[in-house]
């Protein structure tokens, strides 16, 4: 059974930084392609990166320059380091396995908060 | 970059039919995908690839796309399908994912 496992959110003050992780169960994280989607409060679904089995990386416009995606094909798990935080990055934030070839994302997480507030 | 629109709000009687509209430029010849989001819960994925349904989305959840118009149909709306509906394509030019603004579904 797929599961995705979404951790490392919280409290955070702007400017500040975060980690989050996506520990991944019944599939391997190395050979699919993996993305984070977040949602502010109220709000609809953003797309925030993606990270293909090859190695490359995209970012939205939003967060180019300030996240990073990476994973560990050791830990089967995703990582979305967020650096230089605003209080615009407040959202629950899911990771998501994404079907090659078609694009849709087929699997998400139950999603971590993250708010940048002081 | 490119923009998907929904329409925010569309409202049926149980029973009959709901129909969400995704407009975007030239969206026909992308591939769309559907989401159905319920409240505090993650997207689940309704339908994919226009019209292709994962297995136990049921047969009511159905698409289309064509022109400048994508469509996710429910037939026989039930109370459980009240939720919060986006579209989502894969814009090849910049790489990037979009979705739609998202449609909120009330059953009457």
């Known amino acids: 059974e797929v599961q995705l496992v979404e951790s490392g959110g919280g409290l955070v003050q702007p400017g500040g930084s975060l980690r989050l992780s996506c520990a991944a169960s019944?599939?391997?994280?190395?050979?699919?392609?993996m993305s984070w989607v977040r949602q502010a409060p109220g709000k609809g679904l953003e797309w925030v990166s993606v990270?293909?089995?090859?190695?490359?990386?995209y970012y939205a416009d939003s967060v180019k320059g300030r996240f990073t995606i990476s994973r560990d094909n050791s830990k089967n798990t995703l990582y979305l380091q967020m650096n230089s935080l605003r209080a615009e990055d407040t959202a629950v934030y899911y990771c998501?396995?994404?079907?090659?070839?078609?694009?849709?994302?087929?699997?998400w997480g139950q999603g971590t908060l993250v708010t940048v507030s002081s | 970059s490119y923009v998907l629109t929904q329409p925010p709000s569309v409202s049926v009687a149980p029973g009959q039919t709901a129909r969400i509209t995704c407009g975007g430029n030239?969206?026909?010849?992308?591939?769309v995908h559907w989401y159905q989001q319920k409240p505090g819960q993650a997207p689940v994925l309704v339908v994919y690839?226009?019209?292709d349904r994962p297995s136990g989305i049921p047969e009511r959840f159905s698409g289309s796309n064509s022109g400048n118009t994508a469509t996710l149909t429910i037939s026989r709306v039930e109370a459980g399908d009240e939720a919060d509906y986006y579209c989502q394509v894969w814009d090849s030019s910049s790489d990037h994912y979009v979705f739609g603004t998202g449609t909120k579904v009330t059953v009457l």
């Open positions: 998501a396995r994404v079907r090659a070839g078609t694009y849709e994302l087929d699997y």
């Open positions: 030239n969206i026909g010849s992308k591939s």
């Open positions: 690839d226009d019209s």
């Open positions: 019944g599939f391997t994280v190395s050979s699919n392609y």
């Open positions: 990270i293909y089995s090859g190695g490359s990386t």
